[in-house]
Structure formats: structure tokens, C-alpha cells
């Protein structure tokens, strides 16, 4: 399997999850110049932009260990141009989550709200 296909793997999962859970998704894969958000999805009066990371284990670390401060600052870049797009930036409350799937012999998937 490729990384994109893990890739779009552990989205498809991330969505269903959230799904499940009450939040309706926004948008997948938001792209600017520099960079991409996997998931923006919405609860309530919080608008949830997601990192996905999907590990088949752990031997290079978790999924929310790779979420290094560049990354962090990219996705709050794309996330003020996402609110300011759609004129959302004084309607609703952010939050910068991370979903972190293990796809090993047994499937796990933490959400892990506002960790950054």
C-alpha cells in the first residue's frame, strides 16, 4: 500500500469518526500554497481543524509526535485563511486537534482536542 493510500486510509477513518461523534465535516484536504489541513470539521460552535496521523506502529514514534512547531504553524496559517475565506473568524471558537490512528493488529483512534 502506498502512503497516499495509508493516507486517505486514515482520513476515511478520522472522518467516520468524527462523524460518529456528532461533528459534521467542513472540508478534507484544505490546500494553500503552503500546506494542506487533513480534516476541518465542525461542533457545536467550534470549528476543529484536524491533523491525521495514521501509524501501521510505533517504531518511528507516535502520530502526535510528528506534529512538529512547523507544522503546527502551518496549519494555524491555513486555518486564519480558511475563518477569514468564510468569514467565520468572529462567529466561532478554534480548535487545532490531532487524530492518531493505530492500525496495527487492532485499530485504535485517540482525538486529541485543542493539543496545540
Do not use: P, W
Not at 495509508?6 to 490546500?31: P, T
Not at 468569514?87 to 485499530?107: A, H, P, Q, R
Amino acid at each position: 500500500m502506498t502512503n497516499k493510500a495509508v493516507g486517505n486510509k486514515g482520513e476515511d477513518l478520522a472522518k467516520k469518526f468524527l462523524l460518529s461523534r456528532g461533528f459534521s465535516i467542513l472540508m478534507s484536504n484544505y490546500r494553500k500554497g503552503i500546506g494542506e489541513i487533513d480534516i476541518i470539521a465542525r461542533k457545536d460552535d467550534t470549528v476543529h481543524f484536524v491533523e491525521v496521523k495514521y501509524r501501521r506502529n510505533d517504531i518511528f514514534g507516535s502520530g502526535r509526535e510528528s506534529v512538529t512547531t512547523t507544522k503546527q504553524r502551518t496549519i494555524q496559517k491555513l486555518a486564519t485563511s480558511f475563518l477569514i475565506e468564510r468569514k467565520l473568524y468572529y462567529e466561532v471558537d478554534i480548535s487545532f486537534d490531532v487524530i492518531e490512528i493505530n492500525g496495527g493488529i487492532e485499530t485504535t483512534i485517540e482525538h486529541l482536542e485543542a493539543c496545540f
